[in-house]
């Protein structure tokens, strides 16, 4: 079945190091989109991407960064620079056409 | 920013109808509606979406005004298993090069199906 994979589903990191939350989908969606969740909050667009090898900053992109070098696969890293790292993240995916997101199950990161 | 208004929360006892209202007056008329659903720490699950017809499929029935500046989401007989946080989000063209279909999330409505 075609699907959007997150893992891991939990991490923990120590302050001031990099950490990196994998983001695949077989869907063959060109667009990709790595959302943060805060408790109690909506959902933050941090980067987007529309095609292989470029990709656009969302409102919360500091202290991120990105890569598209595949279709299938998203990755985001989360650096030293983001001051409050702790998080549930959001990976999606869409057509370039359109229609709606599918969603990954998310990966719970936690600052120790 | 997210360009709809929900209500922070609402209770709908077990097999009946529950109505989670949604307030876009400023849609642009190429603009869709959509409707997602949040279960607690799991990612949205799309529901419906609709542009100025009433939708509707196994989940749920889309009532969209004539006007189009609001909507309401109908979960006809809601179960236990209904409670979420449900989003409601105007779809938004990105302006330049590249541009999709980027959706702003809100806080939603938190419904809570009571036994």
């Known amino acids: 079945d075609g699907g959007i994979t997150q893992s891991p589903k939990y991490l923990f990191r120590k302050e001031g190091q990099n950490v990196t939350l994998s983001c695949e989908q077989n869907l063959n969606h060109d667009a990709m989109y790595w959302y943060r969740q805060d408790p109690g909050q909506g959902l933050r667009l941090i980067y987007y991407s529309q095609i292989v090898n470029d990709f656009q900053k969302g409102d919360i992109a500091e202290g991120y960064s990105v890569s598209r070098e595949k279709k299938e696969s998203f990755p985001l890293t989360v650096t030293s620079a983001q001051k409050n790292p702790t998080a549930f993240y959001l990976c999606?995916?869409?057509?370039?056409?359109?229609?709606?997101?599918?969603f990954g199950s998310g990966t719970r990161l936690t600052v120790v | 920013d997210a360009k709809t208004t929900q209500p922070p929360s609402m209770d709908c006892a077990e097999g009946r109808a529950a109505n989670l209202p949604c307030n876009h007056s400023t849609i642009s008329g190429n603009e869709y509606v959509y409707w997602y659903r949040q279960i607690h720490s799991q990612g949205p699950q799309y529901i419906i979406h609709?542009?100025?017809n009433n939708e509707t499929n196994e989940m749920a029935s889309l009532i969209i005004t004539e006007d189009r500046k609001s909507s309401t989401l109908i979960l006809p007989h809601a179960t236990l298993r209904d409670t979420a946080v449900y989003y409601c989000?105007?779809?938004?063209?990105?302006?330049?090069?590249?541009?999709?279909?980027?959706?702003?999330f809100g806080t939603g409505t938190s419904l809570t199906v009571i036994p």
């Open positions: 989000i105007v779809r938004v063209a990105l302006l330049g090069a590249n541009t999709g279909n980027q959706f702003y």
């Open positions: 999606a995916s869409s057509t370039q056409t359109g229609g709606g997101y599918t």
């Open positions: 609709g542009l100025k």
